[in-house]
């Protein structure tokens, strides 16, 4: 490693000792900065990067022992070499320079081929302590992308849990309200359009439902093709979760409407959601998921397959719920049929608003 390019302070209050080191140095291709005494001295590394300092001890204003416990203290500077240079020759002197965070401790008059000799070290120590502070945060800045990248397919809790290695997460939760939504012919309009465009068209749609979640404190499931999973009260419960969702399917209706399909047709959605039990979790060694299981699951997705276009179709658990809320409004669905469970009354979700 070359070290010539060095920036080196000298602080010492004898102008001779600073005239005769900074003559010795600058041969040595070092560049040197001076300083009378240790306040001067740390004003001047405030103001720019240095390599290594020569300190003084018994000096005016800020003596080197100040000097030493202020680099110590201050987070930006403690980095920095320090080699005391001083006519103070006895151990304590010594001893309390190296304790203050010194380097190395030279007496005068100093031996300039020593003196040259722990330079060279004491530079070669800061370069290899600077590299390692540049892989450290390499290393923390890539953990930082991966941490990004594990919340952005799994919910917090869920991470955590995982990253302690357990080999199953399933969680029970008696209270949870799941949603669906899809695109209505939607298999009719893909077949007319190119891939590319279609998945652009379908993550500028999903990417402003996220958003809705992350407004409204739901967790985003997944995406099938072209339809929506959300889900509240878990991976954290929370008593509202209902409301929640009603919500933002309101909002999903408002931000659907304001979608055009890729040929300019209006953008009509089906939404279905029903509340009760679950279980939550992640299952399998790779290419995991956060995923839900139940028959709450189930009866939200037929919610939405057997809905109606532009509508939010909900399960008379959800209405018992929502009923005397000032927000919302219904209108009654006719009765029909859920495989595995037979008859089922809904109703239909609006705004109060727009009623």
């Known amino acids: 490693m ?3 390019a060095a920036q080196i302070l000298v602080v010492d209050d004898n102008p001779d000792n600073r005239e005769l080191l900074s003559r010795q140095l600058s041969r ?17 590394m405030r103001e720019q990067p240095f390599d290594l300092v020569l300190l003084d001890i018994m000096m005016p204003i800020m003596n080197g022992y100040e000097m030493l416990q202020h680099l110590k203290d201050d987070p930006a500077l403690r980095h920095i070499p320090v080699i005391v240079i001083s006519a103070a020759d006895d151990l304590s002197s010594m ?52 941490e990004r990248l594990l919340l952005s397919i799994l919910p917090k809790v869920v991470a955590e849990k995982l990253k302690d290695q357990q080999q199953i997460i399933a969680d029970y939760f008696a209270e949870a309200t799941v949603l669906f939504a899809d695109v209505v012919d939607f298999t009719h309009f893909s077949a007319q359009i190119s891939p590319d465009r279609l998945v652009r068209w379908l993550n500028d749609l999903f990417s402003a439902f996220d958003q809705l979640a992350a407004d409204h404190g739901l967790e985003k499931i997944k995406t099938i093709g072209d339809s929506y999973m959300v889900a509240g009260g878990i991976p954290v419960a929370r008593p509202d979760h209902i409301q929640a969702v009603a919500a933002m399917a309101l909002d999903m209706q408002k931000v659907a409407s304001e979608f055009k399909l890729p040929q300019g047709e209006p953008l009509a959605i089906r939404i279905g959601i029903h509340t009760g039990p679950v279980v939550a979790g992640v299952i399998g060694t790779s290419k995991f998921s956060y995923d839900l299981w139940g028959d709450t699951v189930n009866i939200a997705s037929r919610m939405e397959a057997q809905g109606v276009p532009g509508t939010i179709q909900i399960t008379e658990a959800m209405y ?7 927000a919302f409004a219904f209108s009654p669905s006719s009765e029909i049929d859920i495989k595995g469970k037979g008859r089922m009354k809904t109703y239909f979700l609006k705004s109060r608003a727009e009623s």
């Not at 040595?28 to 001047?44: D, S």
């Not at 380097?103 to 040259?116: A, I, Q």
Request: proline share 3%.
């Open 2 to 4: 070359s070290t010539t």
């Open 28 to 44: 040595r291709g070092y560049q040197i900065v001076v300083a009378e005494h240790g306040r001067e001295a740390l004003a001047i």
């Open 95 to 146: 001893v309390r320079g190296i304790q203050l965070g010194a380097e190395d401790y030279l007496s005068k008059p100093f031996n300039s081929v020593l003196l040259k000799a722990r330079i060279e070290a004491s530079l070669e120590k800061k370069h290899f302590r600077d590299q390692e502070q540049i892989y450290v945060q390499a290393l923390a800045a890539e953990q930082q992308k991966s």
């Open 320 to 326: 018992a719920c929502l009923a005397d809320h000032p």
